[in-house]
């Protein structure tokens, strides 16, 4: 047991009284006198000046007594070195002997095959009961799980926490090593103080680590110290992460060390005065507190750090491998046939394989393109100017230029800027063995060490040189590619890895495959010019046994191709603009190299330069529905703003209010084990000419950079982001962390009604019917983050719907059936709801009222049709006043109308019942004088009226009668035969008449 003098003047004092305190069964027994072996040394604790006492402490009170009397102790700041321990009968320091170690003021935790004393292992479920999600379940299970030489965090989605309080006498530290592989888990160290709060909250958020066991150190203030390892899980599209490793705890600033630690089994101290202890190499082991260790007996073998041997299996198949030499001067390469390292099987044992003889020869692959065969067998690169295709140099014809990269598809050596290794998946420490063997046509992965072994391939780059320089408002950042095809043939549960770091920082996991993978291509796209790292990390399986189960399961690598490489080579010549000095350059901003005549020509309005995925050359394509090119030519953007036909008139849509980049969260999302975290979705519409302005953060992995090391947090920058964030009430932080940044939307495709746009389909039955009138405006884009799943990238598709009850930003929506807005992974799916989607109002979207003619006035009144959908733009016109006649009014002038019309009508019946009577009279004359000439009657002297005959008139109807009278008469004067008896007179004067 080791002192560490923290105990309390209490429990002495107590321990003391037991000791004196005669047990009631002894009464009348004299207690005998106290061996020194029956009791040990304890210090008092430290008084206000700075002293204490030393008392000797019965192992077992009440015993014996004749203790020693309590003596002056050294003083409380007094300590020991490492190596060292304090000799309490002495009060002296001593050096550790053989086989044991000290830290001198300070303790250390390396065993961890169960939880040591001290130390707290406690989970807890942090879900609110809000009344969403599924029921909570506990997280008892869920906790730090020690295993061996490290303890392993949970990896579901409850917190676990690993704590341990310490009471300091002087101001120390505390160390650690971990690994943490997997952002997908919030890994978070922190300490208080005696008042619970936190010391170093810079120092709380870990980094990730990519290259084994980092090394963790905070100081630690005099007193009461909490130390806290705290982890959270969270999944995303049921990926299940790695857990958080940590071994090698050690705490120094205690008051002292009473005795040393013996060293581990697997380790040993040789010297007196140790500060640690040193492994045990391979094929030796050793025991609890080893001054040495012990070589393995013959047929058996040990691993670096065994406590003992295991007997030797025999050779199969499995434990051996193949490689290619290079080339010799005849252009041959010999197959050869090794045992993988290091060899832990036995060739005597029946029934062992052999190795197969080695040295056959066959011709050498040829070059890879763009090299060739120098004065030598080795492949030199071309110089600048060529190209080949792996056979010979080639100068490049006037008025073309070479295409930089660098391809590989022959596998003779490895290439000078890859490097091969091995990484543990025990310790996650390097092995400094080769991982990947060449084997002509393809590389792949060796047998290993173990089975859960990584197999680490690493391409590095310098930089990049695109054919065109990448403008700041472009809306592709594309510098480089990488495209690679691969193969895992896997009978278990394999993994391959796709990394990328940029300048030598951490690498990130691009992609994952899992199980067995047929022959296939795979393209990243690269952002950013600087020095690039392409690591690819194969392990067959998680789980680690011992011998070699699995080494058939490989991952092959046929070929890989970079463009655009700093300093490359190429395979081929491209049309390119000549300068007067016979070089070329690259076309200026908005301009395309025409291969026919091979001179920049600008390129029309409603396109935009883009590069050519084939040679890099950039050419002009068309701009989508609803959109635009820049001045530049280099994008195609949506200046916020639509219009949109419909039958009777044109609508106009601005989104400037939605532009300008707004984080909204799908809300919030309960796994099984109940973790609150969002899914923050971060977007923007247009931007600002085509600038990408939602962002996304990690303020996990790497929050922590020293300054100059680049930004403070790993950005993705994008028109769509999203982000896993576990806000900041759920664990107590004082900021909500953020973790897994992706881009869903690099490039505007277009901006129409219709639901289905360059291959992508925004399906309306994934939301609730909007209005029938007015159809949702749609926004597609796409994004160059290629995935397994997704060989032509992301893509995402926003609805807009115009509801004028919901002003502002409005709701962001996903389908409810795809709670992480995809259903697939590759097509995103949104509904904005808000005020600022509807159309600009105009003449059509109002109409007018008429009131009242009230005092000779009418007022004219504009309202909106309902409903309304439209926002902003042309308002209600003023309510319009103008005069008017009253009802009197008009009925007096009806009146005087219908009178005016009576005279005019009574006029005109008097004129034609005049005119009537003339007619007639004239019409009797007629008949008289035709009677007159059949009888040879003398005629008239004239037929017409002449003057003076109104006097005759006047004789011929002196006589007045009525119009009964009239008739009367003329039916009287009707003859027997029929015709009528008219009365007429001679042309003489008498008054003789005739009558027929």
């Known amino acids: 047991m080791t002192g560490t003098g923290t105990g309390a003047m209490d429990r002495i004092v107590m321990m003391l009284c037991l000791a004196v305190t005669v047990s009631p069964g002894l009464t009348g027994e004299r207690l005998h006198v106290c061996k020194e072996s029956e009791y040990h040394y304890e210090y008092t604790a430290c008084d206000s000046s700075g002293s204490r006492w030393r008392v000797a402490v019965p192992h077992t009170p009440g015993l014996c007594t004749g203790l020693p009397d309590p003596v002056r102790g050294t003083e409380c700041s007094f300590s020991c070195k490492a190596g060292e321990f304090l000799d309490m009968k002495a009060q002296a320091c001593r050096p550790c002997a053989e086989g044991t170690y000290s830290l001198g003021t300070g303790v250390r935790f390396d065993e961890w095959d169960e939880v040591p004393h001290g130390f707290a ?139 040393c630690f013996p060293c581990k089994p697997g380790t040993f101290a040789p010297a007196a005065g140790s500060s640690a202890c040193q492994l045990c190499p391979a094929d030796t082991f050793s025991s609890k507190g080893a001054t040495a260790c012990q070589p393995c007996e013959p047929g058996t073998y040990a691993e670096p750090g ?174 480089a590619r990488i495209s690679f095809v691969f193969e895992t043939i896997c009978s278990v549960s394999c993994e391959l890895y796709f990394m990328v770091g940029i300048n030598s920082r951490t690498n990130t996991p691009v992609e994952t495959w899992t199980g067995a993978k047929g022959k296939q291509s795979y393209t990243y796209v690269v952002e950013r010019n600087a020095t690039t790292s392409f690591t690819w990390a194969f392990q067959r399986t998680p789980y680690h046994e011992a011998g070699r189960r699995y080494t058939s399961d490989v991952a092959k690598l046929y070929s890989i191709n970079v463009t655009n490489v700093l300093g490359g080579v190429a395979s081929f010549c491209r049309r390119c603009a000549p300068e007067p000095a016979g070089s070329c350059a690259p076309c200026p901003p908005g301009n395309a190299l025409d291969r026919t005549s091979g001179t920049c020509r600008p390129c029309p309005p409603g396109t935009y330069l883009r590069a050519q995925p084939s040679d890099g050359t950039p050419t002009c394509h068309f701009c989508g529905p609803g959109t635009h090119s820049n001045q530049l030519r280099s994008l195609c953007y949506n200046n916020c ?74 950005l993705v920058t994008a028109y769509v982001c999203q982000a896993i964030v576990v806000p900041p009430d759920v664990m107590g932080y004082k900021v909500a962390v953020s973790s897994q940044p992706v881009s869903l939307a690099d490039r505007l495709l277009g901006v129409t009604t219709s639901a289905t746009l ?73 509904l904005w709801v808000t005020g600022e989607a509807c159309p600009r109002c105009s003449a059509s979207h109002y109409r007018p009222i008429l009131g009242a003619c ?123 035969d029929g015709f009528d008896s008219v009365p007429l007179k001679t042309s003489s004067s008498s008054s003789a008449g005739m009558e027929l």
């Open 641 to 714: 703003s639509f219009s949109l036909p419909l039958p009777g008139h044109l609508l106009h849509f601005d989104f400037s209010a939605l532009a300008s980049g707004a984080a909204f969260a799908s809300g919030p999302s309960f796994t099984a084990k109940g973790l609150k975290y969002f899914h923050q979705f971060n977007i923007s519409l247009c931007g600002h000419q085509g600038r990408k302005v939602a962002t996304c953060t990690d303020n996990v992995t790497d929050v922590r950079l020293p300054a100059g090391e680049g930004d403070a947090a790993r």
């Open 121 to 259: 292992n406690v989970a807890t479920n942090l879900e609110v009961d809000d009344g969403f999600g599924d029921a909570v379940e506990n997280c008892t299970g869920s906790r730090w799980e020690p295993l061996g030489d490290y303890v392993a965090s949970n990896t579901d989605e409850c917190t676990a926490t690993l704590m341990y309080a310490v009471n300091l006498k002087q101001s120390g530290t505390v160390s650690f090593e971990y690994i943490y592989p997997d952002s997908s888990i919030v890994f978070e160290f922190f300490v208080q103080n005696d008042q619970c709060q936190p010391t170093v909250e810079e120092s709380r958020w870990m980094r990730t680590t990519d290259k084994g066991w980092e090394f963790h150190s905070v100081e630690l203030s005099r007193g009461n110290n909490v130390l806290y390892w705290r982890t959270t899980a969270f999944s995303i599209w049921a990926k299940v992460p790695k857990p958080v490793l940590v071994r090698n705890i050690g705490i120094t600033g205690v008051a002292y060390t009473s005795e």
């Open 758 to 830: 360059d291959g992508i389909t925004s399906p309306p039955e994934l939301f609730p019917p909007g209005h029938p009138t007015l159809p949702d405006i749609i926004f597609f884009y796409r994004s160059n983050d290629v995935t397994q799943p997704c060989s032509g990238g992301r893509a995402t598709a926003i609805r807009l719907r115009c509801d004028p009850l919901r002003p502002g930003p409005g709701t962001l929506s996903v389908p409810s059936k795809c709670p992480e807005g995809t259903c697939d992974g590759c097509t995103f799916h949104f």
């Open 306 to 479: 065994s406590a003992s041997c295991r007997p030797r299996p025999p050779c199969t198949d499995k434990d051996y491998f193949y490689t290619h030499t290079a080339c010799d001067a005849h252009g041959e390469t010999q197959l050869m046939f090794k045992w993988a390292e290091p060899k832990i099987c036995s060739e005597e044992l029946p029934q062992a394989a052999k190795l197969p003889p080695s040295g056959v020869k066959s011709k050498c692959p040829p070059c890879n393109p763009g090299f060739a065969k120098g004065n030598g067998s080795a492949c030199q690169p071309c110089p600048y100017g060529s190209y080949s295709n792996g056979s010979g140099c080639l100068s490049c014809p006037l008025g073309t230029e070479p295409v930089l990269g660098l391809e590989y598809k022959w596998w003779n050596v490895l290439p000078p800027n890859m490097e091969t290794t091995v990484l543990s998946g025990i310790n996650f420490e390097y092995k400094g063995m080769p991982g990947w063997e060449v084997a002509g046509d393809y590389i792949y992965t060796g047998a290993g060490a173990s089975d859960n072994d990584f197999m680490i391939l690493t391409l590095v780059v310098p930089g990049f040189s695109p054919p065109s320089p990448v403008l700041e408002d472009a809306e592709s950042k594309e510098v």
């Open 854 to 976: 009230l005092g000779g006035t009418q007022r004219t009144t504009y309202v909106w049709r309902e409903p309304r959908l439209c926002r902003g733009g042309q308002s209600l016109p003023p309510q319009t006043v103008r005069s008017c006649r009253s009802v009197d009014f008009w009925l007096k002038v009806g009146i005087s109308a219908g009178t005016a019309a009576a005279v005019l009508l009574a006029a005109l019946a008097a004129y034609f019942w005049k005119k009537n009577q003339k007619l007639e009279y004239k019409y009797s004359k007629l008949v008289m004088n035709a009677a007159a000439k059949e009888s040879e009657l003398p005629g008239a002297d004239s037929c017409a009226i002449m003057e003076g005959e109104d006097a005759e008139d006047d004789l011929l109807f002196a006589t007045k009668k009525s119009l009964f009278g009239k008739i009367k008469a003329l039916t009287a004067k009707r003859t027997a």
